[in-house]
T-cell receptor, first 113, second 118 residues
């Protein structure tokens, strides 16, 4: 079956620190990969995506590269801000699932001033 | 443009009572999803609608859960009777077009309804 594993949180950082959230996956077929973010009190929002190997998704200073050889899609940001405090979810969908998303458990990130 | 609207935002009920959640998707979005999010976990799909048709309800516990989308617009998810283990956040999402086997249409999520069963 399909599954997503991401590092447990909370991850606590100081402002301007470097952020990495690890995400690995198993999938039948050829998945598309996503990072969603959930700010406090809000719904999940798509942060970035990559649909094929070696693609790099980027948005709002965040980046993630689709690594087929290591089945990974790690999220990175070079300098976090307090406003980046949120829960981040790694997710995948495969080509025969009609858009069904398989989510990881989520990683809470707390950025302190 | 208004996003996905869900109500209520919070609901507290006694076990064995019925409860219903309402979702209004983004205007023009014909695909609607209901997800269950347990504490500390990622969302899990319960049911997906294409217009008024439930095309994937394999994860919906049909003994107590039901859903409808009669006119292909807004949708209601019901639990009857509720159990303690149903305490969770119920998320609604919508997307435009039909997600075919080789495509992905971005899903837009509502803020969710947090259910507490006592």
């Amino acid at each position: 079956g399909n599954s997503v594993t991401q590092m447990e949180g909370p991850v606590t950082l100081s402002e301007e620190a470097f952020l990495t959230i690890n995400c690995t996956y198993t999938a039948t077929g050829y998945p598309s990969l996503f990072w969603y973010v959930q700010y406090p009190g809000e719904g999940l929002q798509l942060l970035l995506k990559a649909t094929k190997a070696d693609d790099k998704g980027s948005n709002k200073g965040f980046e993630a590269t689709y690594r087929k050889e290591t089945t990974s899609f790690h999220l990175e940001k070079g300098s976090v801000q307090v406003s980046d405090s949120a829960v981040y979810f790694c997710a995948l969908t495969v080509t025969d699932s009609w858009g069904k998303l398989q989510f990881g458990a989520g990683t809470q990130v707390v950025v302190t001033p | 443009e208004a996003g996905v609207v869900q109500s209520p935002r919070y609901k507290i009920i006694e076990k064995k009572q019925p409860v219903a959640f309402w979702c209004n998707p983004i205007s023009g979005h014909n695909t609607l999803y209901w997800y269950l999010q347990n504490l500390g976990q990622g969302p899990e799909l319960l049911i997906r609608y294409e217009n008024e048709e439930a095309v994937d309800d394999s994860q919906l516990p049909k003994d107590r859960f039901s859903a409808e989308r009669l006119k292909g617009v807004d949708s209601t998810l019901k639990i009857q009777p509720a159990e303690l283990g149903d305490s969770a956040v119920y998320l609604c999402a919508s997307s435009s077009g039909t997600s075919g086997w080789s495509s992905y249409n971005e899903q837009f999520f509502g803020p969710g309804t947090r259910l507490t069963v006592l």
